[in-house]
């Protein structure tokens, strides 16, 4: 299965600021995704992340405020815009390669906004 | 839509005791998948099991044990003489195809006590 890593890997951001989040595979991958993982709830997706042209975002979620970058088949960015304390979560990335394989996730960036 | 319900918030059990997580699932979908995910108080995410809705077969792998019955929408998953270890956020989840993005359910928070 493919390796996935995160980076950050943990973050303490200010008010108003804005921190971008990589994610690199170890592999070509199909499809990526991003997830929300707010304090004690489950997993939410926020978008797909296309090779080459604009993430489709998921209902309650915007390009403005979670732009997403993937220039090739192994790397991908979310940027978290103009952060506020709700965006305190975990954001995790995952793959899956198209080959039959699960779908894996990286180890995920705990971001907390003060 | 799709969705998965976990009804189960919280488990505690005393060590060797078995213990069932069950998951109801919701689609219009004929093709389907089913996952079971681990959360570990360190965070990632552990995959454990995918099932595809045409293999109704159960499955064993060692302690652990699926239960996937379509005429019930369910897909239970049994840890047999529990460990310590054990203790996680277990997590049902659902995708309309293989490659697709992850439905999650609120996720179940199993503790194991010694």
């Known amino acids: 299965s493919a390796v996935i890593s995160q980076k950050p890997s943990r973050d303490i951001c200010q008010r108003g600021t804005s921190l971008t989040i990589q994610c690199q595979v170890d592999s070509q991958v199909t499809m990526m995704f991003w997830y929300r993982q707010q304090p004690g709830q489950s997993l939410t997706l926020i978008a797909t992340a296309n090779q080459g042209s604009e993430a489709t975002y998921e209902s309650g979620f915007v390009i403005d405020k979670f732009p997403i970058s993937r220039p090739n088949l192994t790397f991908s960015t979310l940027t978290v815009s103009n952060m506020s304390p709700e965006d305190s979560s975990i954001y995790l990335c995952?793959?899956?390669?198209?080959?039959?394989?699960?779908?894996?996730f990286g180890d995920g960036t705990r971001l907390s906004i003060l | 839509a799709q969705k998965v319900t976990q009804a189960q918030t919280e488990i505690s059990v005393v060590e060797k005791e078995d213990v069932t997580l069950d998951c109801v699932y919701e689609t219009r979908d004929t093709t389907y998948y089913l996952f079971w995910y681990k959360q570990p108080p360190s965070g990632e995410l552990v995959f454990l099991i995918r099932?595809?809705?045409?293999?109704?077969q159960n499955e064993i792998s060692g302690r652990y044990s699926w239960n996937f019955q379509k005429s019930t929408s369910s897909f239970n998953f049994t840890i047999t003489a529990s460990q310590v270890v054990d203790s996680a956020v277990y997590f049902c989840a659902l995708s309309a195809g293989a490659n697709s993005k992850l439905t999650f359910g609120k996720g179940i928070t199993l503790s194991v006590r010694p």
């Open positions: 099932r595809n809705s045409f293999d109704e």
């Open positions: 995952s793959s899956v390669t198209g080959d039959g394989q699960p779908q894996h």
